[in-house]
């Protein structure tokens, strides 16, 4: 659970295209695929979420709902009359440039109004958390106000970006996420593999390795004995749970931890390279632009908000 909890810690946000949807009765509303996650929280009245090819969601009151990347559904309110559909019109703007509006379907009666986006989770460094979820994660908040405070104010925020808008919905959202999986997790289900792999000791000591040292000249085979398993094993399995191999999330939880100390302190370049496992100057700001798209003196220069010539 230690582990755990400091994966949600470090787990990055962010959100994209996140708008309301005011479905009337009779109506429906489809989406198009994306390639991320999405979510839907409704905020009031009830109706039904459909998944081309899968099966049928209720929606009530406080109902959150997070969807697999690549699906094609629509949500519809009174599904007992005859709908119409309403392809939705994707927001292809980036967002916090402009005001994100409500999207109407229909006309006549309130069915169902949901808070509506998408959104990619990181930890790490890794890749998107959610992009190896295999089906939706269900969670109906009872209560007087369930999420809906934590959604309006999203929103509220979205439709009108100002002064640290992006740290706000993202720290919402975090914190909307985060509920949800601790529900997920207080029923003994994990819904998503590297949540299963916490109740795996294997797994659980070779990362904790990974997060507590990542400046250790760590092999394959050093982890797959820390997690007492076969290096192919380990291998195998470490690549399935994580989506990158167990090398390749070492390296990025070294770019990491630099680029936090690249933006925190005035320590050397080089001597930042060396504490967190890399043999070189040159190899670390090589590894560094591939990831970041900037070498580490112009980043410190950014972050430092001072010239790349006064932070070498």
């Not at 790490?124 to 209560?143: N, Q, R, W």
């Not at 996420?177 to 994990?190: S, Y």
């Not at 939880?253 to 390279?273: F, K, M």
């Amino acid at each position: 659970m230690d582990l755990l909890d400091r994966f949600l810690a470090n787990m990055e946000v962010g959100v994209g295209a996140f708008t309301s949807c005011d479905i009337r009765r009779g109506y429906q509303l489809t989406f198009e695929l994306c390639s991320t996650a999405s979510l839907h929280y409704c905020l009031a009245g009830q109706g039904t979420l459909k998944i081309r090819n899968g099966s049928d969601i209720m929606l009530r009151q406080h109902s959150f709902v997070l969807l697999p990347p690549g699906i094609i559904y629509s949500i519809g309110a009174n599904e007992r009359e005859q709908s119409l559909n309403f392809p939705r019109r994707r927001l292809r703007a980036p967002l916090f440039k402009e005001s994100v509006p409500t999207i109407h379907a229909g006309e006549g009666e309130p069915g169902i109004l949901t808070a509506c986006g998408e959104v990619g989770v990181a930890v790490t460094s890794t890749p998107d958390l959610f992009a190896s979820l295999d089906k939706p994660i269900v969670e109906h908040f009872d209560g007087r106000e369930g999420l809906r405070d934590q959604f309006v104010i999203l929103l509220a925020e979205s439709s009108r970006p100002g002064l640290g808008t992006r740290a706000l919905t993202e720290a919402l959202l975090k914190q909307c996420l985060i509920l949800l999986l601790r529900r997920q997790i207080d029923r003994g289900t994990a819904p998503i593999p590297w949540m299963s792999a916490m109740a795996e000791p294997g797994l659980s000591r070779a990362l904790q390795a990974i997060l507590e040292c990542p400046s250790e000249r760590f092999t394959v085979e050093a982890l797959a004995s820390i997690a007492g398993m076969s290096r192919s094993a380990f291998a195998a399995r470490f690549t399935q749970t994580f989506g990158r191999t167990p090398l390749n999330l070492l390296k990025s939880e070294r770019l990491r931890r630099a680029r936090e100390l690249l933006a925190t302190t005035n320590a050397p370049v080089d001597q930042i390279a060396r504490s967190v496992g890399f043999s070189s100057r040159s190899h670390f700001s090589h590894a560094f632009r591939t990831a970041y798209g900037v070498d580490p003196t112009n980043f410190r220069a950014v972050a430092f908000g001072k010239s790349k010539s006064a932070l070498v």
